[in-house]
């Protein structure tokens, strides 16, 4: 009897992640390196591969330095990913077909990578077993300061099952069915535009007239991270390993109609057609000449939602785009997911699992205010630089608007705190 005792007590506290995605499976390395027994469920059937899901994005040298702790080998990273040195902001004036520097940043130092290939190398390092693919969560059955009961669909076989656990992390994206069952009334909120993106890869042509226009156009493409204004649109451009460049067009539009769950929008040819057509008006040459080439673009429609009231319930705790749904201006998104994971695994460390509700408390007391400002300050970002901010919806003019479309005017940029 007292054996049996023993050995439960002993028992690491199990953590049931739901979603593999960047957030979850930053968790499960968090939770692991904290002393908790792992679980994540993820809908998909298996994981992503080297194709067209996702596209580029960039990270910040915190959240780099704690991947790499993960990775345990900081060279996996860099292999994986292409400085970008230069943050430059440009307005293209479509009539004289002239580009002005409204600001730049040569002190910038984040990295880029795919996100296939960031996604790749965190679930590389993960112990073997511990996500189950094609496992779809459906509900919670019951939850208490004691334990966590969830209702999962194994997609294979159709058969319904319960999975305990003493925490349940939500890590289901921007659309989360863990958020909801808690907060039902909390809407995402469409930003006013939505964004046509596409990865271009060279690999075949690395000499190809597409290719030697655009790095006479843009000349630091490899260590750039550029941004082209055109009045009421802007342009992310950078170039990602293994010769692939990497575009997002954003566009003030009406809210598209929403298909299922996904902000991923599908797109016909025509809308490509009209795209290549209003790129060819708008754009720099080269960069309208990238969009012709790009091989299935594709639209996202930009989401985020007022901060949420609390990221906690019991032994229940939000992550990543559950969390905080944020805009893209600011490269939050991704950042904020390994803080998360990394605050999480810190506060977690710190308490026996008997103290769960404590190290909940102090995950949320750390994280909350924080991310609460990034959305706040990465939505305004968006609203100036598709100058939905301005009441004339004049282009930007003024030095104080040229600081607040940079990095570096987002709050926590030089250092996110990990501790009260
Ligand atoms: C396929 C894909 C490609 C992406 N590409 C880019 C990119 O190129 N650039 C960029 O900046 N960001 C990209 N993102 C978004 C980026 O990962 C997130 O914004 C950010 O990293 C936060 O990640 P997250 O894990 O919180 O959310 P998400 O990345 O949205 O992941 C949520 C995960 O939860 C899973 N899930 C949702 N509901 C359930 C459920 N009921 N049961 C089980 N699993 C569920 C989803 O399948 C998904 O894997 C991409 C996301 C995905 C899923």
């Not at 469409?190 to 060279?202: D, E, H, I, L, T």
């Not at 260590?223 to 460049?245: A, M, P, T």
């Not at 009209?274 to 091989?295: D, Q």
Request: proline fraction near 5%; glycine fraction near 6%.
């Amino acid at each position: 009897m007292e054996e049996e005792a023993m050995v439960k007590k002993k028992r690491a506290a199990k953590a049931v992640v739901v979603g593999g995605s960047i957030a979850g499976l930053s968790c499960a390395h968090s939770l692991i390196a904290a002393g908790w027994e792992v679980v994540v469920l993820e809908k998909t059937a298996s994981p992503p591969s080297g194709s067209p899901t996702g596209a580029g994005l960039s990270l910040e040298p915190q959240a780099r330095g704690v991947i790499d702790r993960w990775l345990g080998d900081p060279t996996i990273l860099h292999n994986i990913t292409l400085p970008l040195d230069i943050e430059l902001h440009q307005a293209f004036n479509t009539e004289k077909k002239h580009v002005r520097t409204l600001v730049r940043d040569d002190h910038f130092t984040y990295r880029c990578a795919h996100w296939t290939d960031l996604h790749s190398v965190i679930h590389k390092a993960l112990p073997p077993g511990i996500i189950l693919w094609g496992h779809r969560f459906l509900s919670i059955c019951s939850s208490d300061r004691a334990s966590v009961k969830i209702k999962v669909q194994v997609l294979q076989s159709n058969e319904i099952v319960e999975i305990s656990g003493d925490l349940l992390v939500a890590a289901d994206g921007c659309m989360s069915l863990i958020r909801q069952h808690f907060l039902p009334n909390h809407k995402l909120r469409y930003s006013g535009y939505s964004a046509w993106r596409g990865v271009f890869n060279f690999s075949d042509d690395e000499k190809s007239n597409t290719i030697s226009v655009l790095r006479r156009t843009y000349p630091d493409l490899g260590k750039c991270l550029y941004f082209d204004y055109s009045s009421g649109n802007h342009c992310v451009l950078f170039e990602i390993r293994n010769q692939r460049l990497n575009w997002i067009w954003y566009f003030n539009t009406p809210e598209p109609h929403k298909e299922g769950n996904s902000v991923t929008k599908k797109v016909s040819e025509e809308m490509v057609k009209n795209m290549h057509e209003e790129a060819g008006k708008l754009w720099n040459p080269a960069l309208a000449l990238l969009m012709k080439e790009t091989e299935e673009p594709f639209i996202n429609v930009i989401y985020d939602s007022d901060p949420l009231p609390r990221l906690t319930w019991g032994n229940v705790v939000l992550v990543g785009d559950a969390a905080h749904p944020t805009t893209p201006h600011a490269s939050r998104s991704t950042n904020m997911s390994i803080l998360d994971a990394e605050v999480l695994g810190i506060s977690l460390k710190k308490s026996a699992p008997e103290n769960l509700s404590m190290a909940l408390q102090e995950y949320q007391a750390i994280r909350h205010p924080v991310v609460s400002k990034q959305v706040v300050e990465s939505r305004e970002m968006g609203l100036l630089k598709q100058g939905l901010l301005l009441r004339d919806e004049a282009a930007l003019s003024s030095p104080e608007e040229f600081f607040g479309i940079q990095h570096r005017s987002i709050c926590f940029y030089e250092q996110v705190p990990t501790a009260l």
